[in-house]
């Protein structure tokens, strides 16, 4: 079997770019070779930021969604928050802007020429359930899980499922960096567990990386990637390493802004000006660890720095004393308007 692909970089000539054939770039969402039925039911499992943006995403997107959250105040509050803005979106007449808008830098660059019409925002409404029960998951054509990141508790949540859920479905984790290959082996159906990850906020931003754990199934796949596509979004696909993707690069970056705090190197007014307006992005690390969560950015970086066994990964002092703290950012903020977000610290 050949392991590697054998193609030259244009930038360092002689360097193979990838140790692993991608056999991920061909599929159809027409059914063309697939085995899988289209996707038309998805359970989400938590109702935190992430989960709340996904069971909206698919709701507008005509899909039959059921919302779980093992918190009730979580599963009444994101029942509001997506309410609330399914009803915003239709009386501004925008299908993309959503309640996290505030966290963009010009809101206005993402929304989109379409309409959600009275009709379609109250059949949004309507496919949206909310649920405490997880047996409610029974007749589901995928479930995207999205609750905390800890190894230990999405193994044991997708045991669960994988007794719950019919015997074709899908179970995909919205994880930023834990294997899938090790979440797959909680259940009896490592074919069809899959990483699907999706960009805060799911409405919104318009990448999903999908993740094939080491026995993923190329059906199991090209029906995520057809699922993906119908919800607006372009993919990019990672192998099953720590953080894959996106964190692996993004969230160094986030913790060396931490250690350059941590050290004094500047201030953080200027450590995230010195970002925005030198790189070009659009806010600031510190800026984003504070939107994204400082505990999920702690927990990526454990795994990362687990996963791939070197110290560069090891999360900065700093950022751990905050999560210590429970300064977790603007998540904390929503939930006690006294608390300060990252912004405010010091
Ligand atoms: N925050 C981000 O920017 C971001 C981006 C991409 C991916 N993710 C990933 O998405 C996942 C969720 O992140 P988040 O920011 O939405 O977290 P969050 O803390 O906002 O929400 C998590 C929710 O899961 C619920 N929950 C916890 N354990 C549960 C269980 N066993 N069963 C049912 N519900 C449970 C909690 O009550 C909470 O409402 C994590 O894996 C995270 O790494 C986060």
Same mark, same amino acid.
């Given at each position: 079997m050949t392991l590697f692909s054998g193609i030259k970089s244009?930038?360092?000539? +002689? &360097? !193979?770019?990838?140790?692993i054939r991608h056999k991920n770039r061909q599929s159809s969402?027409? +059914?063309? +070779?697939?085995h899988m039925a289209e996707i038309r039911s998805v359970g989400v499992v938590g109702g935190g930021q992430m989960g709340s943006g996904i069971a909206q995403l698919a709701a507008v997107n005509g899909l039959e969604v059921w919302l779980h959250d093992s918190d009730p105040t979580a599963l009444s509050k994101a029942h509001q928050s997506i309410s609330s803005t399914i009803q915003s979106l239709v009386s501004k007449g925008r299908?993309? !802007? &959503?309640? #996290?808008?505030?966290?963009?830098? @010009?809101?206005?660059? #993402?929304?989109? @020429?379409?309409f959600l019409t009275k009709e379609k925002g109250a059949e949004a409404v309507r496919m949206l359930k909310y649920t405490?029960?997880?047996?409610?998951?029974?007749?589901?054509d995928i479930v995207i899980e999205a609750i905390v990141e800890s190894e230990e508790v999405k193994k044991k949540l997708f045991t669960l499922l994988d007794s719950i859920v019919k015997e074709s479905a899908i179970l995909a984790s919205n994880t930023s960096s834990i294997s899938i290959t090790r979440l797959a082996s909680a259940t009896s159906r490592p074919t069809q567990v899959i990483g699907m990850h999706f960009m805060n906020p799911p409405p919104i931003m318009k990448l999903v990386e999908i993740i094939r754990g080491a026995n993923t199934s190329e059906d199991t796949f090209n029906a995520t990637k057809c699922l993906a596509e119908r919800l607006g979004k372009k993919i990019v696909c990672s192998q099953? #390493?720590? +953080? #894959?993707i996106i964190n692996r690069i993004l969230m160094p970056m986030i913790n060396e802004a931490f250690h350059a705090l941590y050290t004094g190197v500047a201030t953080k007014e200027d450590i995230d000006a010195g970002m925005k307006?030198?790189?070009?992005?659009?806010?600031?690390p510190l800026e984003l660890a504070d939107h994204i969560g400082l505990d999920v950015c702690l927990s990526i970086m454990k795994v990362l720095h687990a996963g791939l066994? @070197?110290? !560069?990964y090891a999360p900065c002092p700093l950022l751990v004393q905050y999560v210590d703290a429970g300064r977790l950012g603007r998540k904390k903020e929503l939930d006690d308007i006294e608390a300060m977000s990252f912004i405010s610290l010091n």
């Amino acid at each position: 079997m050949t392991l590697f692909s054998g193609i030259k970089s244009e930038i360092l000539p +002689g &360097v !193979k770019l990838s140790p692993i054939r991608h056999k991920n770039r061909q599929s159809s969402c027409d +059914g063309g +070779g697939g085995h899988m039925a289209e996707i038309r039911s998805v359970g989400v499992v938590g109702g935190g930021q992430m989960g709340s943006g996904i069971a909206q995403l698919a709701a507008v997107n005509g899909l039959e969604v059921w919302l779980h959250d093992s918190d009730p105040t979580a599963l009444s509050k994101a029942h509001q928050s997506i309410s609330s803005t399914i009803q915003s979106l239709v009386s501004k007449g925008r299908l993309t !802007k &959503v309640l #996290f808008v505030p966290v963009l830098a @010009d809101p206005l660059d #993402f929304l989109t @020429d379409n309409f959600l019409t009275k009709e379609k925002g109250a059949e949004a409404v309507r496919m949206l359930k909310y649920t405490s029960s997880l047996e409610d998951f029974g007749s589901v054509d995928i479930v995207i899980e999205a609750i905390v990141e800890s190894e230990e508790v999405k193994k044991k949540l997708f045991t669960l499922l994988d007794s719950i859920v019919k015997e074709s479905a899908i179970l995909a984790s919205n994880t930023s960096s834990i294997s899938i290959t090790r979440l797959a082996s909680a259940t009896s159906r490592p074919t069809q567990v899959i990483g699907m990850h999706f960009m805060n906020p799911p409405p919104i931003m318009k990448l999903v990386e999908i993740i094939r754990g080491a026995n993923t199934s190329e059906d199991t796949f090209n029906a995520t990637k057809c699922l993906a596509e119908r919800l607006g979004k372009k993919i990019v696909c990672s192998q099953d #390493f720590s +953080g #894959f993707i996106i964190n692996r690069i993004l969230m160094p970056m986030i913790n060396e802004a931490f250690h350059a705090l941590y050290t004094g190197v500047a201030t953080k007014e200027d450590i995230d000006a010195g970002m925005k307006l030198g790189t070009n992005h659009p806010m600031g690390p510190l800026e984003l660890a504070d939107h994204i969560g400082l505990d999920v950015c702690l927990s990526i970086m454990k795994v990362l720095h687990a996963g791939l066994g @070197d110290s !560069k990964y090891a999360p900065c002092p700093l950022l751990v004393q905050y999560v210590d703290a429970g300064r977790l950012g603007r998540k904390k903020e929503l939930d006690d308007i006294e608390a300060m977000s990252f912004i405010s610290l010091n």
